[in-house]
């Protein structure tokens, strides 16, 4: 399990490693996004390409709220809870802050209590 963080309009907020090809690790903060709905992972393509990770896909259209968007799949390796995970990882310029999708939660259990300071992720 891991603990996370309220920002400060109560955005849900967790650490998590990104593991290189090297094999090299680096936390990074990730804001968890509920209408990332189709998702993992989101990353601007700069952090995705520097790591090391491998392209999958090359502009793969996804629907978004402010409609159409092309992204790159790369093959990620993240760390939640010392436990590695394999995932497909959505990559494209601008995008402002790593983003965990939805997809997460279908495999581990997030417990959110605001007026108790509690956020856990695991």
């Known amino acids: 399990m891991i603990s996370g963080r309220f ?15 090297d094999g090299d690790s680096y936390p990074i903060e990730v804001l968890l996004d509920t209408g990332f709905t189709s ?8 952090d995705a390409e520097s790591i090391g990770w ?26 939640l809870d010392e ?3 394999i995932i497909p990882v ?3 310029d601008g995008i402002p802050e790593p983003l965990l999708g939805l997809q997460w939660l279908r495999i581990l ?9 509690i956020l856990t992720l695991g």
């Open 7 to 21: 920002g400060e309009i109560g955005e849900l907020i967790f650490e998590i490693e990104i593991i290189s090809v």
């Open 39 to 46: 998702g993992w992972l989101a990353l601007d393509i700069q």
């Open 54 to 79: 491998r392209l999958i896909e090359r502009n793969s259209t996804m629907q978004m709220v402010r409609g159409e968007a092309f992204f790159d799949i790369y093959e990620g390796k993240v760390q």
């Open 83 to 85: 436990q590695e995970y």
């Open 90 to 92: 959505l990559a494209a």
């Open 109 to 117: 259990p997030l417990s959110v209590n605001f007026s108790t300071g």
